[in-house]
């Protein structure tokens, strides 16, 4: 493992008035950074009472750690998310998207935790099988997916890739600012995930848990996601329509009030 990685990017959106409800520590997914939860998520829980954090991982956003991002692992992505969590007033929720529901299962596996959502994550069978089936039916969207370099993506690529990421009403500013937040992804945690070692280390049943994944996601498809449920002993939650980065769609409402509802049964 690197060593523990102090300078992280955390955005935050606080209540204007305390009123006891937990703490939210968003976890955002491969390729991105955490302002992937700004425009809506963050401003949106805590209007309602939620502190909300999201932090970039190390070589993400405007983290340090790009110079050792291609050796980076899960296990340094889970000691990022440790090293926040552990700063924050009070033990947070844990909501991973993608990757980032992966380092939340590392942590699941090790510990008790105040509760968890996985979204849209990777399933147990890790990142194979869900690379063959879209290179059998998306061969060119997979090698644009597999050499991504977002320092040169043309509108061509982009056309061709946005229907894996994205709905299709998601508004242009928030595309365009989307790409903006795209950045490298390391291989090794690609690998590690490849060799399921996101889940590698068993289950903890202990914590409260939500499965959530998205009809329309092409990556992280509703058969995926229940397969993760299955891993986990819970039943998944299955929401319509929406795409793989639920949390910009022009329907992200539905998502942000299936995890509320969950959030308030956690003690």
Not at 102 to 114: D, G, H, Q, T, Y
Not at 186 to 214: I, K, N, Q
Request: charged letters at 20%; a negative charge; one cysteine or more.
């Amino acid at each position: 493992m690197l060593p523990v990685e102090t300078h992280l990017e955390i955005r935050r959106k606080l209540p204007a008035t305390p009123v006891g409800k937990p703490t939210l520590l968003f976890v955002h997914g491969g390729y991105c950074d955490s302002w992937y939860w700004e425009p809506y998520f963050l401003p949106w829980f805590a209007e309602r009472g939620y502190p909300s954090y999201a932090l970039s991982l190390r070589g993400h956003g405007r983290s340090a750690g790009m110079q050792t991002l291609f050796i980076t692992g899960l296990d340094d992505y889970e000691t990022d998310v440790e090293f926040v969590a552990g700063r924050l007033p009070e033990p947070p929720i844990l909501i991973g998207h993608s990757m980032g529901a992966a380092v939340v299962e590392r942590i699941l596996a090790k510990r008790p935790v105040r509760g968890a959502a996985l979204i849209c994550p990777v399933p147990p069978a890790g990142l194979l099988p869900m690379a063959a089936r879209l290179a059998a039916n998306h061969g060119d969207a997979v090698l644009q997916m597999t050499g991504l370099d977002p320092t040169r993506l043309s509108a061509e690529v982009l056309e061709m890739l946005r229907p894996f990421y994205f709905g299709a009403d998601v508004p242009r500013p928030i595309l365009d600012e989307a790409i903006r937040h795209l950045g490298a992804e390391s291989p090794r945690a690609l690998m590690d995930m490849s060799l399921r070692l996101h889940w590698a280390l068993g289950v903890r049943p202990a914590s409260p848990l939500l499965v959530l994944g998205a009809h329309g996601d092409r990556i992280c498809t509703s058969d995926d996601v229940r397969a993760t449920a299955l891993h986990h002993g819970v039943s998944a939650q299955i929401l319509p329509g929406l795409a793989h980065m639920l949390m910009l769609d022009a329907e992200w409402l539905q998502a942000a009030k299936a995890i509320e509802a969950w959030v308030r049964g956690v003690p």
